[in-house]
């Protein structure tokens, strides 16, 4: 991390979930001040809202919470409440998970770019990672350093240049509770982050969850791995 950032604040797209999460807690050692923006866009596990604030609550993060929930009268996506099997191919293509929300991350972007612009912010942290991105492709390198350039083209504001961070972007699931472990919040992760598709909040060993979601799936394995790579928490 460049240590000229350390005067610099940051805002944070928050979901409540361990990506998020985790990054909010990089963010806070590597960043002046961290503010937090969340969205509300009727996904199933829109608990996570409430997770978020919580989060940010404990951590006196001021957050934003948008509702961006027009969303799901243009697009496709099982993830949407009411919406059928979050772990089936998608409507439009059946190599894509149904989960996948099209145009969701370039959008969410773009809102949190025009929120930091008016909180004078030149920094946006988000947790997408390609290396656990489970088939989507709002969540490679090359999409997040597109919509860096596409975002600062669309603007001509002098010296206001935006920098997308993604601490995640290389990290395995395995890597990112390290990571959360280095920074010492891994017990904070693995009890208070919402991560489960379907929005359930049964406690397992490695955090919440209904157990079965392909979410969930992903951090279980993660944290298997974490220990048997790292050895005990």
């Given at each position: 991390?460049?240590?000229?950032?350390?005067?610099?604040?940051?805002?944070?797209?928050?979901s409540g979930g361990q990506d998020?999460?985790?990054?909010?807690?990089?963010?806070?050692?590597?960043?002046?001040?961290?503010?937090?923006?969340?969205?509300?866009?009727?996904?199933?596990?829109?608990?996570?809202?409430?997770?978020?604030?919580?989060?940010?609550?404990?951590?006196?993060?001021?957050?934003?919470?948008?509702?961006?929930?027009?969303?799901?009268?243009?697009?496709?996506?099982?993830?949407?409440?009411?919406?059928?099997?979050?772990?089936?191919?998608?409507?439009?293509?059946?190599?894509?998970?149904?989960?996948?929300?099209?145009?969701?991350?370039?959008?969410?972007?773009?809102?949190?770019?025009?929120?930091?612009?008016?909180?004078?912010?030149?920094?946006?942290v988000t947790g997408i990672c390609?290396?656990?991105?489970?088939?989507?492709?709002?969540?490679?390198?090359?999409?997040?350093?597109?919509?860096?350039?596409?975002?600062?083209l669309s603007t001509d504001l002098?010296?206001?240049?935006?920098?997308?961070?993604?601490?995640?972007?290389?990290?395995?699931?395995?890597?990112?509770?390290?990571?959360?472990?280095?920074?010492?919040?891994?017990?904070?992760?693995?009890?208070?982050?919402?991560?489960?598709?379907?929005?359930?909040?049964?406690?397992?060993?490695?955090?919440?969850?209904?157990?079965?979601?392909?979410?969930?799936?992903?951090?279980?394995?993660?944290?298997?791995?974490?220990?048997?790579?790292?050895?005990?928490?």
């Open positions: 991390m460049d240590n000229s950032y350390r005067h610099d604040d940051a805002l944070v797209l928050m998020s999460t985790t990054c909010l807690f990089w963010a806070k050692q590597n960043f002046a001040n961290v503010h937090a923006i969340s969205f509300f866009y009727n996904q199933k596990h829109s608990v996570e809202t409430k997770v978020a604030e919580k989060i940010c609550a404990d951590n006196k993060v001021k957050l934003k919470t948008v509702d961006i929930s027009f969303i799901k009268d243009i697009v496709i996506s099982n993830l949407f409440s009411g919406g059928g099997d979050v772990a089936v191919g998608h409507q439009l293509d059946s190599s894509v998970p149904s989960s996948f929300v099209p145009y969701r991350n370039l959008l969410f972007l773009t809102v949190a770019a025009g929120w930091a612009s008016t909180l004078n912010i030149r920094h946006l390609e290396t656990d991105y489970s088939g989507y492709a709002d969540c490679r390198d090359i999409f997040v350093k597109s919509a860096q350039v596409a975002i600062n002098s010296g206001r240049n935006l920098v997308i961070h993604t601490p995640l972007m290389w990290l395995t699931k395995a890597d990112e509770f390290k990571m959360a472990k280095d920074l010492g919040v891994l017990d904070y992760i693995l009890k208070e982050t919402m991560t489960c598709y379907n929005g359930s909040d049964k406690k397992n060993y490695y955090g919440m969850g209904c157990g079965t979601c392909p979410s969930c799936v992903l951090r279980k394995n993660g944290y298997d791995e974490f220990v048997k790579k790292y050895g005990s928490v």
